[in-house]
């Protein structure tokens, strides 16, 4: 019986993500294969693990690569970026507006919500008061 190994939602990083993780597999020569997730998105994709005997295997092997993989986005979205985790509280702050300003579209949007949940929680403290 086959053992679902992995669970993927259906975007540009996850499916390049599958596409290495099947690479792997490939490379130990694991047999697998993949179920579609939901057209409406109710459901995810699967990678599935044919053999019960190989399970472990690619499990461990899924482990390590996951490992790897996200030391491999972390450092290329560092570059791409140039964020800094190790940066002081104030050049954390910089890049944070930095991108803020490179959106700003996004701030309308964000203060219209705050302001709503401002004025709801005041409206609902207001009703149990009195």
């Known amino acids: 019986m086959a053992k679902?190994?992995?669970?993927?939602?259906?975007?540009?990083?996850?499916?390049?993500?599958?596409?290495?993780v099947c690479a792997?597999?490939?490379?130990?020569?694991?047999?697998?294969?993949?179920?579609?997730?939901?057209?409406?998105?109710?459901?995810?994709a699967s990678l599935w693990i044919?053999?019960?005997s190989d399970a472990d295997r690619a499990r461990q092997l899924f482990a390590q690569h996951a490992q790897e993989y996200a030391l491999r986005a972390r450092e290329r979205y560092q570059q791409e970026t140039g964020?800094?985790?190790?940066?002081?509280?104030?050049?954390?702050?910089?890049?944070?507006?930095?991108?803020?300003?490179?959106r700003k579209l996004m701030i309308l949007p964000l203060l219209g919500v705050l302001i709503l949940l401002v004025l709801y929680f005041q409206m609902l403290f207001n009703l149990f008061q009195g």
């Open 4 to 20: 679902r190994l992995y669970s993927f939602p259906q975007t540009p990083e996850a499916i390049d993500e599958l596409a290495s």
């Open 24 to 44: 792997v597999l490939d490379e130990h020569h694991i047999r697998y294969y993949e179920t579609p997730g939901s057209t409406w998105g109710f459901s995810r």
């Open 50 to 52: 044919e053999d019960d």
């Open 83 to 102: 964020y800094n985790p190790n940066a002081s509280t104030g050049e954390k702050l910089r890049f944070h507006l930095h991108h803020l300003n490179k």
